[in-house]
């Protein structure tokens, strides 16, 4: 009885505990989220919409991107080591927290699809995604984007992003102007034509859209 009598406050003082911890964890998250979405708001919008969205095909979709991806590029445009005036300038003011808190407020918005009404054009670019141009040894995307094009820690997602964007990233790897990715993606475009680099990102823009839903929204 009296080992009853003891455990139980002792008992609540662990829970009051755990539950302090549990509220002080929620709180710390819910702070990352706020400053994320209110830097997100003021600072980021006018460029990529207030959810990663951007309206513009120059500027690339951030909704549904890889959190530690976003966090990289992030850290590589705030170190000069990834080179667009614009953003560095941006990034330059960015603590490690808000970066990361920024990289986890988009990972989590829904991406939106972006597709050609091309299907030919289409066709060839689904044909460069998956087997790559054995002929000019162009490696096939498939290999390490993976079939959905998701993207993960180390690969960004291409599955929606503006063909616009993709194109002026494929070229700008080529160019060797982006080399924040230690040379996989030079290696990549140098065999790459013009027509199966338009492709190509015609294709990812569409990638994760299904007949249903064609624009891929929810
Ligand atoms: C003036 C317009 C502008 C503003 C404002 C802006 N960006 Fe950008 N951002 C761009 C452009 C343009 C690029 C593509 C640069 C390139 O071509 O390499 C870019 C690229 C990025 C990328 C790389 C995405 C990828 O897929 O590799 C990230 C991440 C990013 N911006 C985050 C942000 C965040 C976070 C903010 C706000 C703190 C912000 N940007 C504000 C124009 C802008
Ligand atoms: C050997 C592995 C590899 C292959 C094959 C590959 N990629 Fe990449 N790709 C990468 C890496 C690594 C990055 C960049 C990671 C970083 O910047 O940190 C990247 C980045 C990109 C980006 C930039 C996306 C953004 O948000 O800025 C595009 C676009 C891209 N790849 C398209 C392609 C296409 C199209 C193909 C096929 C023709 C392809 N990749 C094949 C490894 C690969």
Request: proline residues 4%; aromatic residues 6%.
């Amino acid at each position: 009885m009296a080992h009853h009598q003891n455990s139980r406050p002792q008992r609540l003082a662990r829970w009051v505990a755990l539950g302090v911890l549990v509220a002080a964890a929620g709180l710390a998250h819910a702070q990352g989220n706020n400053v994320a979405s209110v830097i997100a708001r003021n600072q980021c919008a006018v460029c990529h919409g207030e959810q990663g969205e951007s309206t513009n095909a120059q500027f690339p979709q951030l909704a549904g991107q890889n959190a530690q991806y976003l966090r990289k590029q992030l850290e590589d445009f705030r170190a000069g080591t990834r080179k667009y005036d614009a953003m560095n300038a941006i990034a330059r003011e960015l603590t490690d927290a808000q970066i990361q808190a920024l990289g986890a407020y988009y990972e989590v918005q829904k991406p939106a699809q972006h597709p050609s009404d091309d299907a030919l054009l289409v066709g060839v670019g689904r044909y460069i995604y998956e087997r790559g141009n054995i002929y000019t040894k162009v490696p096939a995307c498939v290999s390490c984007h993976s079939a959905s094009g998701q993207g993960s820690a180390r690969l960004p997602r291409l599955a929606g992003q503006h063909p616009q964007y993709v194109e002026n990233q494929l070229r700008r790897f080529h160019a060797k102007e982006r080399r924040n990715d230690s040379g996989a993606m030079a290696f990549v475009t140098e065999g790459l034509s013009e027509l199966e680099l338009r492709a190509v990102a015609a294709y990812v823009g569409g990638m994760g859209a299904s007949a249903a839903n064609p624009r891929g929204r929810p």
